[in-house]
């Protein structure tokens, strides 16, 4: 049996296969034995795994757990055992069993092997797995001492890296920003590789985006040894070498099983005429859909892709910039009702072009076409991923091209966190369901749009709004049933403005079923545990999300999502001083004052309080402590809201 804790938690068979548990706590037993190879006390495992009961019936469970891991584990299997007495129980395995151990093994000795060591750290112990405090706090030393060898590796590659190609620091240079932006020796790194490879623009590019980080998530600034980076270390660094020529497409070899391919579709080229901007966009969105849907891929989301439309970027630049490996690039032409869509795939690496193809058509031909061009894809990069493997099999295209037309132009409008843009997509979406009533995209964005209204507290009559959302969800949930953006939007609407938080989750978990590579819907997976008052569990889904989508434009609202967690966590301090980040970079998203206001006072500062109560109803003159109470999504937690009534008091916010 082998054993993941990095980046996860899974164990598979010696053959691949995936082994299961009967309990979560079983898995996460095996991972704390995995943390103390010399073996643990039964009663600490107990005090962690079953804290609210009593010793005997602990000791019971405790020992039914371990009865399971044995029966998972294979009969006579020398690499990986149990030992135990009557106090304490001891995971016996060879390294190669335990990625743990394999990768603390080839950091040791007189020649350590830092690149195999890199490839098996895939994130923080556990990353993505909800762990309750007791066993949260259980792993927290653990995994800080693990990251701290990480990030000495990511440094000693850099150095290592200067006279090879710098694949193996940028990718873990880039798994440790993606779980924490301001690692500044990542950062580090990889500027020094950049100075390596010779390219001091990137390097002094790569700095900024260090200060950014850190000043966003810490209020420092880079320390000395960074900035001296840059001072001298052009002159340091030896010139980097030639290119290698670039790979025939025919001699590139799929990635290996287990490893995930992360891949990006690049804004389309529109040879339409500006008029046709948004449809351009919608063709690329959808392709992105269907490619995320396929489980081997990491698939970059579409927001942080869009930035870079309308400019010219190298390939190679891109891979190193998002840590991708492959690059979908295409035109799209429309005349009339005839479309034009050329594709191609490329090796971010070596720029070789792995596959390329044209499609023309009627327009009522662009379903057909973009689940060809990602099935295509698809086969390209992994020869193993079948066309069916695509979840798009299923999904019936609208009726009627003008309602999906409609949509395609809603979707800036949605997104733009502007009331005035808001109302128009809702009048471009109130078009679409009455040229088809049965188009399930339409009624799902056109709830979460009404949704927002009541949120962000843009409607006058947040009643009206919210019965508007409430039909349109409705008139959605019997026609989405394999659509995941609109499974997310309805899942997001009803936990904002609707009190049925589980049916919301049983939304939005049907959605990452299905594309668990969606980002939207991972942030409003956050939201959702914050209105839950799970708020670690927020942390995580919010940072799933930014590892998605790292340039994201709406990435703030994830950051705001990050401040409600430690504002409902009670850190008012840590929280406020997040959201004033926030502001500070978006001063037209007016509706985070309310945030700033409750949780600044709570920490005892009222000016900036009271100042940010003032800007709200500066912005908003509906804005009062009724109206909270009626359209605020926290009102679902009666305890965590009472504190946030009180803050808004403090902060002098009028109560009609």
């Known amino acids: 049996m082998r054993i993941r804790i990095l980046g996860g938690l899974e164990l598979r068979s010696a053959q691949g296969q995936p082994v299961r548990l009967p309990t979560r706590k079983a898995a996460l037993l095996v991972a704390m034995l995995a943390c103390g190879a010399k073996g643990l006390r039964r009663t600490a495992l107990c005090e962690a795994l079953w804290p609210d009961r009593g010793e005997a019936q602990a000791r019971s469970s405790l020992r039914q757990a371990l009865a399971a891991i044995r029966a998972a584990m294979p009969e006579g299997d020398q690499d990986l055992r149990l030992d135990s007495d009557t106090e304490t129980v001891r995971l016996v395995a060879a390294p190669h069993a335990l990625d743990l151990w394999q990768f603390e093994a080839l950091l040791a000795g007189q020649a350590p092997d830092r690149r195999a060591a890199a490839a098996l750290y895939q994130g923080d112990l556990l990353a993505g797995i909800p762990l309750p405090d007791p066993l949260d706090q259980w792993f927290a030393p653990h995994r800080q001492a693990i990251r701290r060898k990480a990030l000495d590796l990511v440094e000693q590659l850099s150095r290592d890296d200067a006279e090879a190609d710098g694949t193996a620091c940028e990718a873990l240079a880039g798994r440790l920003l993606a779980a924490d932006p301001a690692a500044e020796e990542a950062h580090r790194a990889l500027i020094r590789l950049r100075l390596a490879q010779g390219r001091s623009n990137a390097a002094l590019r790569q700095l900024e985006l260090c200060r950014e980080a850190l000043r966003r998530e810490l209020d420092a600034d880079p320390e000395p040894e960074t900035l001296a980076l840059l001072r001298d270390g052009a002159r340091a ?68 892709a ?26 799209v ?46 086969g390209a990069i992994l020869p193993t991923v079948r066309n069916a493997e695509i979840a798009v099999a299923a999904r019936k295209p609208p009726g009627n091209l003008r309602a999906h037309d409609l949509v395609l132009r809603a979707y800036p409008r949605i997104w733009s966190h502007d009331a005035e843009e808001n109302g128009q997509a809702i009048a471009l979406l109130r078009d679409a369901v009455a ?218 916010l009028p109560e009609r």
């Open 237 to 304: 660094m030896p010139a980097p070498p030639a290119p290698a020529p670039p790979a025939p497409a025919a001699a590139l070899t799929p990635p290996p099983r287990g490893d995930q391919p992360a891949i990006i579709v690049m804004p389309f080229d529109n040879l339409s005429g500006e008029a046709d901007g948004y449809f351009v966009d919608g063709v690329v969105e959808e392709i992105t859909g269907a490619l995320s849907r396929v489980k081997e891929f990491f698939v970059i989301a579409r927001q942080s």
């Open 306 to 331: 869009f930035t870079y439309k309308g400019r010219f970027v190298d390939v190679r630049e891109v891979g190193r910039e998002l840590g991708v490996s492959y690059v979908v690039e295409g035109t």
């Open 333 to 378: 032409r429309r005349g009339g009702d005839r479309l034009r869509i050329s594709v191609q795939l490329v090796d971010a690496g070596t720029r070789a072009q792995l596959w390329s193809d044209r499609y023309e058509g009627a327009i009522t031909d662009i379903f057909d076409f973009q689940d060809r061009i990602a099935s295509q894809v698809a």
């Open 435 to 652: 040229l088809d009533p049965r188009y399930g995209r339409a009624h799902a964005l056109l709830a979460w749009c009404h949704s927002q209204d009541v949120a962000y507290a843009w409607s006058g009559d947040p009643e009206a709004s919210r019965d508007a959302a409430r039909q349109a969800i409705e008139s959605a949930a019997d026609a989405i049933a394999d659509d995941p953006t609109a499974l997310a939007a309805v899942g997001a609407a009803i936990s904002l403005c609707l009190d049925d938080l589980p049916r919301a989750a049983s939304f939005i978990e049907s959605a990452l079923a299905l594309d668990p590579n969606h980002a939207w819907a991972w942030a409003r997976y956050g939201w959702l545990a914050v209105y839950q008052q799970r708020q670690d569990e927020a942390i995580q889904r919010f940072e799933r999300s930014l590892a998605l989508s790292p340039l994201d434009p709406l990435a703030f609202n994830l950051r705001i999502g990050i401040a409600a967690a430690f504002g409902y966590k009670g850190d008012y301090a840590e929280a406020a001083r997040r959201i004033r980040a926030v502001i500070d970079r978006h001063p037209r998203v007016t509706w985070v004052y309310r945030m700033l206001a409750w949780t600044a006072a709570l920490a005892g500062d009222l000016p900036t309080a009271r100042d940010a109560a003032r800007k709200l109803t500066a912005a908003n003159p509906h804005a009062s402590i009724e109206m909270m109470r009626r359209s605020h999504p926290g009102r679902h937690s009666a305890e965590a809201f009472d504190r946030m009534i009180e803050g808004w008091r403090l902060a002098g």
